[in-house]
Structures are given as structure tokens and as C-alpha cells.
């Protein structure tokens, strides 16, 4: 399902593009050993610890570094422990976590997937430790990623060297244009993804011009699994890719519609003006006075809830985040505040802030309610028996036209008043929950600069007052 517009690059621009951007992507020979080594000391480790514990695993680097299409300056390294076909969830949860902490060498925290797994630093990477359970094509599996050994073998087949720097180009485009990432905080493009992306389409370019022509929903289905569009009814998503070693599975299921439409768009731009800009572009961290000039230039009112961040894994703190954040919005929409546009931030240790723009926040005194035609008889004898004596009525009921209506006293006058007079009753996950009772604080336009310190947050802040995409000039 694309559009009938073919798109065309400038061959010239677009290799002057990629040969500098390939240089800063291919990695080292330092890249490499450094490496090379993080793996060979989990590797003792885990080997050494399973030997003591008598139980037999095979540990393998799998992901791009195994596949070699990783970029030299994400030195994170996927290991799995990989256990005999047969073995529990809990064996995983048990023995599988036991010698993953074994292999960080015992600085290390947990992280969550479909079950836990360890995230260590080892001599200069980062190191994700895994428990799976062996498992085939066509096999029933203890744990979804299972499969990832399966990934790596299918890419190792059928991609070549061309290939290979191909997807370190394609991954890069996605950084520069932030759509990178397959984690609930992005909800963007994982690096298998990119990898099929070029496997179908064969280049960078392949990928691009093809991605320029999607329309609302597209299907990439390298195997040929499914005919017609049945691809788009098995699966609810912008952007279907189906698993080549799993065909009940989406492999773009995490694409949001905003990262799917971000590639679509910057994919037609590139192709307008090739440049560098989209892979690298600089991160300009504004100061204070350039916060305070975007709020009082937006034209809007922003306001931010600040409280404490849960320690809870990455993915798990988001999902609660961005529930959060909808209960939010739902809430000052209710109470007269509709909301523009929002957004969340977390430094995922000390703070979480929700961020939000409405037309206004703070209201007048009244709101007007709509009640029935004069027509409609029984209808009128309900809205009058209702409001003729009620305590919140500030005006009415009252004819208009053919309408009955009445002015309604607003129980809250700001923003802030309906947030914090609200917020008790909301029934946020346990773990947000905690936090809040702990304390949280409104803060409103030019007082958003006070929690300002984080030079993260600052561009975060910038992104969400400026709108507009980095790629976008």
C-alpha cells in the first residue's frame, strides 16, 4: 500500500554522502578487539560458573556484533546462554539469571524482556547477558527470545560485506532522524529491522526510496509469506515486516505511527537533498534564556508535573510513564484544559516529568452547558428539574435559539488547581502511585526552567516547545 510517486536520488550527491558517512561507521580495528575481548571474558565466566554449577549451556554473541553489522561506536554486545531444548521459564528465571550475573563479572543490573536478563559493563562494552532455551524453526518457544539465534544465523546467510556497511548506513539514518530503537521509550525501527530493510531492498538507497513511496500501511515480507494484503489483515500496525524465520510475527510491531511517518517523510527529504545532516547533526543543549524565549514566543501555556522515578527496568518505567501520561491529559481535558500537545521525560533514575501545552491555563468562572431542544418536551422537564435549583449554576437555564442552556460554575480555575485537586483519585500503576504520594510539583511556563539543570532534559524540553524534526531544514 504506497503512493503512485516514484522517487529518484541524485547519484553524485548520494555517494559523496555515503562515503563520508560510511568512514565514521565502519569499526576500527580498536573497535574490534576491544570487543572481541568484552566477549571472550563473559564467556569464561559464564563457561566457568555453569562448569561449577554442573549445568550444560552454549554461549554465543549474537545480535550485530555477531552479525557484523554494528556501528564502531555502540559497543553494546549482545550473549546469550543458551540452554538445552526442554528447560523452564524458571530454570531461565533461577540458574539462567545466576550465571548472567556470574558473567558480569558482578557489577550488573537487571533489565526485562519477556523475562529477566542481566546489563553489565565489561571491559568497555555494554553486555547484554541472556538466558533462552535452544529452539529450531517451526519450534513452539519457551521464551520469545529464543528466536534470536535464528535471526542471526538468517542474516549471517544472506547478507554480504556490501551489505553489511549498507545497514550500518541505514541504522545511522535512523539515529540522525530519531527513530531508532525498538524500546518502549522510542518505539522506532530495531536493528533487525534494518537489517531486512536491506536484505529486501539491497541498498540504502533501495530502502529509502522505497520507504518515500509507503503510504499509511506498508508490507515488507521478504520470504513471501502472505499474498495479497492479508499481511496488513493479520497484523494491526503502520509498517508489517514479517519475521523470515517466524511468519506469526511483525517484526516492526513496535513502530509507532509518529516513527513510521518521521522515516516516511525524512526518506522523501533525503532523497530531495542528500546530506550528511541526516546521519550527524550537532546537539545544540539551549541555555536558560533560550528556554524562557521559546515559552514566551509559543503562544501557548506549558506546564510540567514533576515527581520521582520509580526503580523499576527501563521498558516497564516507560510503559507506566506513557499510561501516565494519557490518564494526564484525559484528566485536564475533563476539567475544562484540553490538551495541545504532550510528552515525558525520565532520567530514569531520580525524576519524571510530564510536559504540557494547553491554550490556556486558566479559565473563566463559568462554563456553558448545552441542554436539549425546546422541541423535545420531556427532555426540556429533565433539564429544568435538574438545574432550576442547583448550587452550580451561575446563569440560566435559559433559551437560546430553540436550545435550552445553563452557565455552570467550573470546580477548577487553573490547571494546576485541577491536577492537584485531581490527582488523588487517578489511579496511576503502584509504582507511579508510590511516587506521587511521595510528592509531586506543577510547574507553569517560565518556572519549567527551574528543573532545567539537566542538560538532557533541556533538549528535551527545546524538542518539545520547538517541534520541529532535527532532519526538517
Known amino acids: 500500500m504506497g503512493s503512485e510517486k516514484s522517487f529518484k536520488i541524485d547519484a553524485r550527491a548520494l555517494g559523496e554522502v555515503k562515503t563520508k558517512a560510511i568512514m565514521r561507521l565502519i569499526p576500527t580495528d580498536m573497535d574490534r578487539k576491544t570487543v572481541e575481548r568484552a566477549v571472550e571474558v563473559v564467556k569464561e565466566?559464564?563457561?566457568g560458573a555453569a562448569e561449577r554449577a554442573g549445568v550444560q549451556v552454549r554461549v554465543e554473541v549474537e545480535g550485530s556484533v555477531a552479525k557484523d553489522t554494528w556501528i564502531g561506536t555502540d559497543r553494546d554486545v549482545d550473549m546469550f546462554i543458551i540452554f538445552p531444548r526442554g528447560t523452564t521459564k524458571d530454570a531461565l528465571k533461577g540458574i539462567g539469571i545466576e550465571l548472567a550475573k556470574a558473567g558480569s563479572g558482578g557489577t550488573w543490573k537487571l533489565a526485562y524482556a519477556e523475562h529477566p536478563y542481566v546489563e553489565a559493563s565489561v571491559e568497555g562494552c555494554i553486555v547484554d547477558i541472556v538466558p533462552s532455551v535452544e529452539a529450531a524453526e517451526g519450534d513452539t518457544l519457551t521464551t520469545t527470545v529464543d528466536r534470536t539465534p535464528l535471526h542471526t544465523k538468517y542474516i549471517k546467510r544472506v547478507l554480504n560485506g556490501k551489505g553489511k556497511d549498507e545497514v550500518r548506513m541505514l541504522k545511522q539514518f535512523m539515529k540522525g532522524i530519531e527513530v531508532y530503537g525498538a524500546e518502549l521509550r522510542i518505539g522506532g525501527f530495531s536493528g533487525y529491522l534494518c537489517e531486512l530493510l536491506v536484505v529486501k531492498f539491497r541498498t540504502l538507497e533501495g530502502a529509502i526510496t522505497a520507504a518515500a513511496g509507503w503510504g499509511e500501511r506498508a508490507v515488507v515480507d521478504v520470504m513471501g509469506h502472505y499474498e495479497g494484503d492479508l499481511a496488513l489483515e493479520a497484523f494491526d500496525s503502520p509498517l508489517v515486516v514479517i519475521d523470515p524465520v517466524d511468519r506469526r510475527r511483525n517484526v516492526a510491531a513496535a513502530v509507532t505511527d509518529r516513527s513510521y511517518s518521521s522515516f516516511v517523510s525524512a526518506c522523501r527529504r533525503f532523497i530531495k537533498d542528500p546530506s550528511i545532516d541526516f546521519f550527524f547533526h550537532e546537539h545544540k543543549v539551549p541555555t536558560e534564556e533560550g528556554l524562557l524565549e521559546a515559552i514566551r514566543e509559543g503562544g501557548s501555556d506549558y506546564m510540567a508535573v514533576v515527581t520521582g522515578c520509580p526503580r523499576v527496568p527501563s521498558d516497564i518505567l516507560w510503559g507506566e510513564v506513557k499510561r501516565s501520561l494519557s490518564k494526564i491529559t484525559k484528566l485536564l481535558a475533563q476539567n475544562g484544559f484540553p490538551v495541545k500537545d504532550s510528552a515525558a521525560w525520565?532520567?530514569?533514575?531520580?525524576?519524571?516529568?510530564?510536559?504540557?501545552?494547553?491554550?490556556?491555563?486558566?479559565?473563566?468562572?463559568a462554563v456553558l452547558h448545552d441542554g436539549p431542544r425546546v422541541a423535545l418536551a420531556a427532555e426540556e422537564e429533565r433539564f429544568i428539574g435538574k438545574y432550576l435549583t442547583s448550587k452550580q449554576v451561575v446563569a440560566g437555564p435559559y433559551i437560546r435559539g430553540?436550545?435550552?442552556?445553563?452557565?455552570?460554575?467550573?470546580?477548577?480555575r487553573t490547571a494546576k488547581e485541577a491536577i492537584e485537586g485531581e490527582f488523588p483519585k487517578i489511579k496511576f500503576s503502584e509504582d507511579v502511585d508510590a511516587q506521587i504520594r511521595k510528592g509531586f510539583i506543577v510547574l507553569l511556563n517560565q518556572e519549567m526552567t527551574a528543573i532545567a539543570g539537566s542538560e538532557e532534559f533541556r533538549s528535551e524540553l527545546w524538542k518539545f516547545l520547538k517541534k520541529r524534526p532535527v532532519w526538517l531544514k
Not at 525520565?346 to 468562572?365: F, N, P, Q, S
Request: cysteine-free.
Open 45 to 47: 565466566r559464564v563457561t
Open 346 to 365: 525520565t532520567d530514569e533514575k531520580e525524576k519524571v516529568v510530564i510536559m504540557l501545552e494547553l491554550d490556556r491555563a486558566e479559565v473563566g468562572a
Open 402 to 412: 430553540d436550545r435550552w442552556y445553563v452557565e455552570l460554575r467550573r470546580r477548577y
